[in-house]
């Protein structure tokens, strides 16, 4: 078998020799993909689950937790609200060292390092319980949570043969996206049993479940070479703190408000001047860390808008669906069978994008999850008081499918750029793909957010305003609603006032559904003019062909529409 395991130790230079062309990596830093016998293809799948689980469990449980997380550090809504954000904030920027990283020391070196710091951020997280530590533990998750992402989609990519390696790929990516689903399942229950150190325990026994499993199955060595430049670290100290401050204006500004807390328009002001900084500094390199003139080509921009839009309107799942059945009351426990649906869906969706994958068609299937996403946003705008999880089981399904359906085409998207314009371009898309995923939740969360808060004030007061007490059905009401205390308030006068109490907690609650409805509608709009625009620029080089054949002005003009097909 070319490229045994017993060849591993080997230099890169002579281990290269050992490989056929297909199992030499496509970049530095990526290791060789030998033909692995079944037996460890198996394995390689399994221990890169395993990785990608670690890396993902602990954002996902406290996303899926913040409230909870709150009361058990003894802090208000917005200092918990900062966890989910510091998290985001170190993992947005790792991966603008971390490819460098493999591709200047190895990979062995890379997964050491950052395992270990993972089992050391876990054991950190058991002995230091108040709110300053914890905040300080999940910076530092964020970091290994870069670095462990990547390297369970490298050990996934082991586990299958070159054919099929693409569709493999498109595996890899949607397992990470099983995460928050699955953690929805299980989180609460954790936490009631044992409170927040039942989760510690369950994070630090996957990372040295997955500590163990690296170094007892080892990935394939990678070509080494020196990637890193001084101007880099340049780079990276500007950049770094300027998307820091980025992600601390998008996570917090809708829960402090945007116009209510002075920090955050300097938090706005000193992340454009340090972003606008690193970006001059790569505009001036001859060798850029960030390819900003490959980046501004019309293919990137369209698809980083593609990335950045879908994770805008997915945000109608992990915050506005979420967010509204909160609202009437429906606890974690009774959201148990649609996040079971989501994960399944989910699941389906990867699986599905992986089996349909074209790589002529990238565009065809984004297109089809941005109208899956609209379809099911508007079945959800015209929910009621009375809408519970049963009834979003379908429209959420669409949605969890579309999300999986979506990321791995438009990674391919990327992929095929870098190849063809070259491997020096690898680092400029990860840290685009990664901050578009990363920020593109963020704002979306603080878009879905933004409305809701301000279309329930509008609908709050137009609702108010109908409610006289000149109406007889507002009378009614009101005696209906009083009548609820009858037996326990004598004085009519106290038992009026609680009954305009009620109502108006129901008027707010009316509001709150309301809002969300206006949400859903925005959110489908958007998704559907999305569609509209991946469907055009997908079709507009065969128009543009079938219109050059038709009124051929010159030969010049259909060769290269006809090359634009192609």
Not at 106 to 115: N, P, W, Y
Not at 456 to 475: C, Y
Not at 535 to 558: K, V, Y
Request: hydrophobic share 55%.
């Amino acid at each position: 078998m070319s490229g045994n395991r017993r060849n591993f130790h080997l230099p890169w230079a002579d281990y290269v020799q050992t490989l056929q062309p297909h199992e030499r990596p496509m970049l530095p830093g990526s290791p060789a993909t030998p033909d692995h016998a079944p037996a460890y293809r198996a394995a390689y799948a399994a221990v890169g689950l395993l990785v990608t689980a670690t890396g993902s469990i602990g954002a996902a449980m406290v996303s899926a937790n913040t409230q909870q997380l709150a009361g058990a550090l003894g802090v208000s809504t917005t200092e918990a609200a900062w966890l989910p954000v510091v998290f985001v904030m170190t993992n947005a920027c790792m991966n603008l060292l971390l490819i460098k990283f493999r591709q200047q020391y190895g990979l062995r070196l890379f997964a050491q390092i950052f395992l270990i710091a993972y089992a050391l951020i876990g054991v950190g997280a058991l002995f230091f319980e108040d709110y300053a530590s914890t905040l300080a533990v999940r910076a530092f998750a964020g970091m290994a949570s870069a670095a462990l992402s990547s390297l369970g989609f490298l050990y996934i990519i082991q586990a299958f043969p070159q054919p099929i390696r693409l569709k493999g790929l498109i595996l890899a990516i949607g397992a990470s996206s099983l995460a928050l689903p699955g953690v929805r399942l299980f989180s609460n229950h954790l936490v009631e049993i044992s409170d927040w150190t039942g989760f510690h325990v369950f994070e630090l026994g996957l990372s040295l479940l997955s500590l163990a499993a690296v170094f007892a199955l080892r990935l394939p060595p990678s070509e080494r070479m020196k990637a890193f430049d001084p101007l880099d670290f340049v780079t990276f100290a500007l950049f770094a703190p300027g998307m820091a401050l980025l992600c601390a204006v998008l996570g917090l500004g809708r829960i402090v408000w945007w116009t209510e807390a002075a920090w955050i328009g300097w938090a706005s002001a000193g992340s454009i001047i340090l972003l606008t900084a690193a970006l001059v500094v790569e505009l001036n390199r001859k060798t850029p860390l960030i390819n900003l003139g490959w980046l501004t080509g019309p293919v990137m921009i369209r698809l980083a808008l593609a990335i950045v839009g879908v994770r805008i309107v997915l945000s109608e799942q992990t915050s506005g669906a979420v967010g509204l059945l909160s609202q009437l009351g429906v606890g974690p426990d009774q959201m148990h069978g649609l996040f079971a649906i989501v994960l399944i869906a989910t699941a389906v969706g990867s699986l599905t994008s992986a089996l349909t994958l074209n790589m002529a068609k990238l565009d065809k299937p984004i297109a089809i999850a941005l109208g899956l996403i609209a379809i099911g946003t508007f079945i959800d705008a015209h929910s009621t008081t009375l809408t519970r999880p049963a009834q979003l089981y379908f429209s959420q399904a669409l949605l969890a499918f579309a999300s999986a359906f979506f990321i791995g085409p438009a990674l391919m998207q990327g992929i095929t750029q870098v190849l063809q314009k070259g491997a020096q371009n690898l680092v400029s898309f990860i840290v685009v793909f990664g901050i578009g995923q990363n920020v593109g939740g963020l704002l979306g969360s603080a878009l879905v957010g933004t409305i809701e808060t301000v279309r329930e004030k509008f609908h709050s007061n137009q609702l108010s305003e109908a409610i006289t007490l000149g109406d007889p059905q507002v009378v009614l009401r009101l005696q209906q609603l009083s009548g609820a205390y009858a037996r326990v308030i004598g004085d009519p006068a106290l038992r009026t006032a609680e009954g305009q109490i009620l109502l108006q907690q129901q008027i707010t609650q009316q509001a709150h559904v309301l809002a969300y409805n206006d949400v859903f509608l925005l959110i489908s709009a958007f998704a559907a003019l999305g569609c509209a625009w991946v469907t055009f620029h997908h079709f507009r080089p065969r128009l543009q062909a079938r219109w050059a054949a038709r009124h051929p002005h010159s030969d010049d003009q259909t060769a290269a529409a006809v090359a634009a097909v192609e």
